[in-house]
């Protein structure tokens, strides 16, 4: 079973609308949580990275939060731009994984005009 | 301009073949990465180095091979060993080690058997 799992698969918007991106994750404890935004065929880009103790942290029109109780985090954006359609992934690191990060799947985001 | 490049943008490989992987960076970053990422998964580790002449193995080493005679470069070698090569693969560096760092990734190589 994957250690961070994300929800929708993928998800279609209009431009202008707002949307939540959600990521639950086992991995306990953790040292911090990271969103990343992937462009079609190109590398991720980070756009938060939250620890432990951080409730939210907006770069932007997106703003993530962190619920380390129930091990969930969202990801909102608002007022999309036709320029968010990307897929949006959620990274997990922990000291019980080692040195290494673990990746969600990630979010398939479609904004249409 | 400092960045993380990766070369070549798309590669095709014959069954059999070995193919090697670009990964450079001007950073100065001490910890490079490469990750195999599939549709519908998430990136999944292959190798790491945290320092020169130094690499570790990922979840996912089997049929690939790597070098770090280079602070600058980390080369990925897709052995003819790797029986589904075909793949989108990511070179990402960081400071140190990605725990607690923020990691900078590549463009991505897309990598075709054909």
């Known amino acids: 079973k994957n250690q961070v799992e994300q929800s929708p698969q993928s998800l279609i918007i209009l431009e202008g609308k707002n949307c939540t991106l959600q990521?639950?994750?086992?991995?306990?404890?953790?040292?911090?949580l990271r969103w990343y935004k992937q462009d079609t065929g190109r590398g991720p880009v980070s756009l938060t990275i939250m620890t432990f103790s951080e409730n939210t942290k907006s770069n932007g029109r997106y703003t993530a939060t962190l619920d380390a109780d129930t091990k969930q985090s969202s990801l909102h954006i608002t007022a999309s731009q036709l320029s968010d359609s990307a897929s949006y992934i959620c990274?997990?690191?922990?000291?019980?994984?080692?040195?290494?990060?673990?990746f969600g799947a990630g979010t398939i985001l479609r904004v249409k005009s | 301009d400092g960045g993380i490049t990766q070369s070549p943008k798309y590669l095709f490989r014959k069954e059999g073949q070995n193919v090697t992987l670009s990964c450079e960076q001007n950073?100065?970053?001490?910890?490079m990465y490469w990750y195999r990422q599939d549709p519908g998964q998430g990136l999944r580790l292959i190798y790491y180095s945290q320092i020169v002449n130094d690499f570790q193995k990922g979840d996912i080493a089997e049929g690939y091979s790597v070098s770090r005679e280079k602070k600058e470069s980390f080369p990925l070698t897709v052995t003819s060993a790797q029986k589904n090569p075909t793949a989108f693969y990511l070179c990402?560096?960081?400071?140190?080690?990605?725990?607690?760092?923020?990691?900078?990734f590549g463009q991505g190589t897309r990598l075709t058997v054909v």
């Open positions: 990521c639950n994750y086992t991995v306990s404890p953790f040292s911090n």
């Open positions: 990274v997990v690191s922990a000291e019980e994984y080692g040195n290494k990060l673990v």
């Open positions: 990402a560096s960081s400071t140190r080690g990605q725990l607690n760092t923020e990691a900078f």
């Open positions: 950073l100065n970053h001490d910890a």
